[in-house]
């Protein structure tokens, strides 16, 4: 760690350096260094991130590693594209360049999918869920996991993402669709019980806010949606009314200056009830849920014959 005004070496105990890689990081403006130095050793040492206490004392190889990779972090490399892993609801994630992070805050939008599931499951019913803009397949994967009845579906339009998302849904019993989120797949529509989606959502005009971190590293078609950041949520929206039978579940994250715009969005657009706006886990508002409308869908399908 060349910045942080001590050599590491092999007498350093855990604790020590992760305290050393969090200030190298810490000086280097990264956000949340305590966090991302833990990740760096963890993957350094081999271990998941619960295994840490539990680990025995680290080599000097481990410990070179280790350095560099905080090194190369502090040069401005997301850890997460480092070290070729992210965790998400315990379950690694493989992510590199041409594929957007899954980002701790999107675990608790899997949480509302995975409870409406849950009551599925309960009245003894297998669910049918969407995962739209599935990226790395993190929030499907996540999901098939934790609810083995619900049959899975994720759509990915960019072919970079989708190599990742084939790579971390292969054995698991998630269907992968190649193409549009607006269009694909087709003849499922009023079948599905939960559509989910982290589309991209940033707005152009705070771009400025973004880190350079996340602008110069993430592909920008899973980050920004136009001027507001809900370009693509407003084709979405019509999209997932299509698809949800009535009763059925939309989650959607957002951006947290969208906590007016977006729920307004839903009411406006007629086919939604019990439109409600969730906080993340720091307090920030970040995802949205609404139910198909049960009159509204029957109207649908007495109009579709
Ligand atoms: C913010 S990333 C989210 C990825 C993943 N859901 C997660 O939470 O980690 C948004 C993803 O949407 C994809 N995407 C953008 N426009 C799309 C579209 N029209 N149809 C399908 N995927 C799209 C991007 O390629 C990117 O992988």
């Not at 850890?79 to 899954?102: D, N, S």
Request: aromatic share 4%.
């Amino acid at each position: 760690m060349s910045g942080s005004g001590a050599r590491v070496n092999s007498r350093h105990t855990v604790a020590e350096l992760l305290g050393l890689g969090a200030r190298r990081l810490a000086g280097a403006g990264a956000e949340s260094a305590p966090a991302t130095a833990r990740l760096l050793l963890c993957h350094a040492l081999g271990v998941a991130p619960s295994g840490l206490i539990l680990c025995p004392a680290p080599s000097q190889q481990q410990i070179d590693h280790y350095r560099d990779l905080v090194e190369g972090c502090a040069a401005g490399r997301p850890a997460q594209y480092l070290i070729g892993e992210a965790w998400f609801r315990g379950l690694r994630i493989e992510v590199g360049p041409g594929v957007f992070i899954p980002r701790p805050e999107t675990e608790l939008v899997v949480e509302a999918a995975i409870q409406a599931c849950a009551q599925q499951v309960d009245a003894g019913r297998d669910p049918v869920v969407i995962d739209l803009c599935t990226g790395s397949g993190a929030m499907a994967a996540a999901l098939a996991d934790e609810v083995p009845k619900a049959q899975v579906h994720a759509v990915e339009l960019d072919p970079g993402a989708l190599e990742w998302a084939g790579r971390n849904l292969a054995g698991t019993a998630v269907t992968l669709h190649a193409g549009d989120a607006r269009t694909v797949p087709s003849g499922m529509d009023g079948r599905l019980d939960v559509v989910m989606t982290n589309p991209p959502y940033l707005p152009a005009a705070l771009r400025d806010q973004v880190t350079a971190e996340v602008v110069d590293n993430e592909p920008e078609a899973a980050l920004f949606s136009g001027a507001d950041g809900l370009n693509l949520i407003r084709e979405l929206v019509p999209r997932a009314a299509e698809l949800l039978r009535a009763g059925g579940l939309l989650v959607v994250e957002h951006d947290p200056s969208q906590h007016r715009s977006l729920p307004d969005l839903l009411e406006r657009d007629g086919h939604w009830c019990q439109v409600r706006d969730h906080d993340d886990l720091t307090g920030r508002p970040r995802f949205v849920t609404a139910r198909r409308d049960v009159m509204d869908r029957c109207i649908d399908q007495l109009v579709e014959g």
